[in-house]
Each structure stands twice: as structure tokens, then as C-alpha cells.
């Protein structure tokens, strides 16, 4: 998606002075697509965002909320909500499984 729109506003940046700035807006795309996830191990559950992320142990976590389409968030033992990028409602088995059973699976499955 990011190369095709790359593609098509080349055009576009070479017909203005400051035209290449178009250029950004794909190549923001890519970052993101590249840097943005959520990686869950044995020990923690990391958020990784464009900017900065976060790690986060187990224990500190008590459960998973569910968004109301495709969100879902980690509730911490604090109260707080991490929400958890490229994580779906499909995906909460999968972290309960990784958790090692410190966290519950919301699905009840």
C-alpha cells in the first residue's frame, strides 16, 4: 500500500517546489508498519508504538479487556489500560496460552 501510494505521488512531487514532502506520508506508513506490535514471551507482554513502547511483566497484568470491535487492551494491576496494538479479539487464547496461566483467557475457551 505505502509503495503504491510512493508511486502515484511522484508525480506530484515533482511538479511543486516542496512537492517531495509527499513523500513523508508514505514513508511514515512504512514505519509504522514496520515498528508498531505487540510481542508476548514467557516473562513480559512489550508494546511497541511508533515512538517509545513498553514492557510489562505478567504479574502485573490482570486481565484483558476486550474493545468493541477489534481492540483489546490489557487491564493493569494498577487499574490502568494498555492497549495492545495488532493484538484482535481472536488473539486473547494465544496470550493466555504464552502467559503461562497468570493471565485468564476472556473468550472462555
Known sequence: MAVALAFCATQFAFAAPF???????????????????????????????????RRVPWPEISSLRLGDKTRV???????????????????????????GGRLPDPTGE
Open 73 to 99: 487492551s490489557a487491564v493493569l494491576a494498577d487499574g490502568d489500560e494498555l492497549p495492545l496494538p495488532a493484538v484482535h479479539v481472536r488473539d486473547p487464547p494465544s496470550l493466555a496460552a504464552v502467559s
Open 19 to 53: 512537492g517531495w514532502l509527499v513523500h513523508l506520508v508514505p514513508l511514515g506508513m512504512v514505519v509504522r508498519a514496520l515498528r508498531v506490535r505487540t510481542v508476548a514471551d514467557a516473562e513480559a507482554l512489550t508494546v511497541r508504538r511508533t515512538v517509545g513502547g
